[in-house]
């Protein structure tokens, strides 16, 4: 009798879960650091350096070879911006980068690495593998003090990284979030970053950015 001048309560619905967000990927992307990234922007045939501190063990540089020399109690790791072999990248195991005199390059110095094959990747070669779950980020090569890694072309539209040293762009336009600030990264340019321990936020700006860049071993990427 009760039920029918009441009616039947029903159980409430279980609420309904939100949909994955398909741009942040497989994993969630880092937080966001106090600390900025640091980011300035070279041309290509110019000259730059960044002293190696505590925070920073690598030294990032820029410059025609063979001079300035590279510090040989460095291990060096080059990527040529200028002649025949621009876009190949070259790891040594010393001081010496062979690249042609006069090739303009992004340096990478670390520790000196015993043992450590000499590497050299065409720019053609699609080396290494990719990071799982993120569309145009690759790693090419990793070493115990660095990696280097391609970021585009895209679908992946922008990537949150912890650990990049310096990129050099060869097609269209990266920007890099540096705090509030987005600083455009154009065909022909370097950025260096200061603090790569800080979350840097990667934005393709075209569909045909491509990038190389230098970072340090077990490098962050995630779509964010």
Not at 2 to 20: D, I, M, Q, S
Not at 29 to 46: L, M
Not at 67 to 85: Q, T
């Amino acid at each position: 009798m009760l039920k029918w001048l009441f009616g039947r309560r029903e159980a409430p619905a279980p609420p309904e879960k939100e949909a994955p967000d398909e741009r942040l990927g497989p994993e969630p992307p880092p937080p966001p650091t106090a600390n900025r990234p640091g980011v300035s922007v070279h041309p290509a045939d110019g000259l730059a350096g960044m002293a190696r501190s505590a925070t920073r063990p690598a030294s990032s540089r820029l410059g025609p070879l063979p001079d300035p020399s590279p510090d040989p109690n460095l291990s060096w790791a080059a990527i040529a911006l200028s002649g025949a072999s621009r876009g190949d990248v070259v790891v040594t195991a010393d001081g010496r980068v062979p690249l042609p005199d006069g090739t303009a390059a992004l340096l990478d110095g670390v520790a000196a690495e015993v043992g450590t094959a000499p590497l050299v990747l065409a720019s053609d070669a699609l080396a290494g593998r990719g990071v799982t779950g993120i569309s145009g980020a690759r790693l090419l090569a990793e070493t115990p003090g660095r990696a280097v890694v391609r970021l585009g072309p895209p679908p992946g539209a922008r990537w949150a990284v912890v650990g990049l040293r310096s990129v050099a762009v060869f097609t269209g336009k990266l920007t890099l979030v540096d705090g509030d600030e987005g600083r455009d990264v154009w065909a022909g340019q370097v950025a260096l970053v200061t603090d790569p321990s800080a979350t840097l936020y990667v934005v393709a700006g075209n569909d045909a950015a491509v990038a190389v860049g230098f970072a340090a071993p077990g490098v962050l990427i995630r779509l964010g």
